[in-house]
């Protein structure tokens, strides 16, 4: 396996980042052995690059392919031990799609959401099929407007890890044919979520199952969408979605704070301190 450069790298990351893919690189930059100083390796579609010696190689990859699972991982310094050449301090780069937020149909529930979610800082894309609603009057906080054929919805976005799909179409129909393609997209979008009530919600499921769509495929579906907060207005129910969203990426509980924390509960509980005198020294 050849060496690659650091412009190889940095080019292949950039690439693969904008195609939706996530690639990762590790560059060794402390060693005892100088001669291995400085080479680099590329995980993504396919693995590029020799560090030097097979062992390390092995390494490399184990802490490349954890990187490339894990979304919390970020950029940075690691070590590793490797047997013949003891400690190796490697520089690890991780490129991932940007954070997408899809919005599939332009209603009123779709405008609030866009907006919401360009605060929370995600890319936003609307896609609709009707080209008077999906504007950049209606939508000034979108990225992108894709005027869509719901029987190919996806044909000009491409969906990732990051991508989290909104389905707020006009239509159970329309729904029902962005829901299959996602749950048929590899990889999984990081996010599927549909809107509507208990019996629309029950139909999709059971039209799924008919279809022979696996359970596991199901389970990613968030619907109906949204934390239950009692939310009624577009608005709200965007941000109830909008908070579903945040406990999902922070690890929330999507409990009320004040349950979680308790301070009221155990201010009160304390005992009551007792005087010193040095307290009533201070007090006088």
Excluded: W
């Excluded at 809107?195 to 029950?202: P, Q, T, Y």
């Excluded at 022979?212 to 969408?225: C, F, M, Y």
């Excluded at 579903?244 to 009320?256: A, N, S």
Aim: hydrophobic share 40%; aromatic share 4%; proline share 5%.
């Amino acid at each position: 396996m050849s060496a690659i450069s650091a412009a190889e790298v940095s080019a292949s990351l950039l690439s693969a980042a904008e195609q939706g893919r996530t690639a990762v690189g590790v560059t060794v930059v402390a060693c005892d052995h100088a001669h291995l100083l400085g080479r680099r390796r590329l995980q993504g579609d396919i693995e590029v690059g020799d560090l030097g010696t097979p062992p390390l190689n092995e390494d490399a990859s184990a802490l490349m392919s954890a990187a490339r699972s894990d979304l919390r991982v970020q950029d940075g310094l690691r070590t590793v031990e490797v047997e013949g050449l003891g400690i190796v301090e490697l520089y690890l780069e991780v490129r991932r799609p940007i954070k997408e937020l899809l919005v599939v149909g332009a209603g009123h529930i779709a405008q609030p959401m866009a907006h919401i979610g360009a605060l929370l800082g995600y890319r936003v894309i609307v896609l609709d099929d009707r080209p008077d609603f999906a504007t950049r009057e209606r939508f000034p906080d979108a990225d992108r407007l894709v005027r869509a054929d719901f029987s190919d919805p996806f044909a000009d976005v491409v969906l990732h890890e990051r991508s989290h799909l909104l389905l707020v179409t006009r239509g159970h129909k329309y729904d029902y044919e962005c829901l299959i393609r996602a749950l048929r997209t590899d990889p999984a979008p990081a996010y599927i979520g549909m809107i509507g009530s208990r019996r629309r919600v029950r139909a999709t499921y059971v039209q799924l199952i008919d279809e022979g769509v696996e359970r596991h495929l199901i389970d990613r579906i968030h619907a109906p969408v949204g934390l239950d907060i009692g939310a009624e207005t577009p608005e709200e129910i965007a941000v109830a979605v909008a908070a579903e969203l945040i406990m999902l990426d922070r690890g929330g509980t999507g409990l009320p704070l004040k349950g979680v924390e308790r301070v009221a509960e155990r201010f009160f509980d304390a005992p009551e301190p007792t005087s010193t005198d040095d307290d009533e020294q201070d007090d006088s």
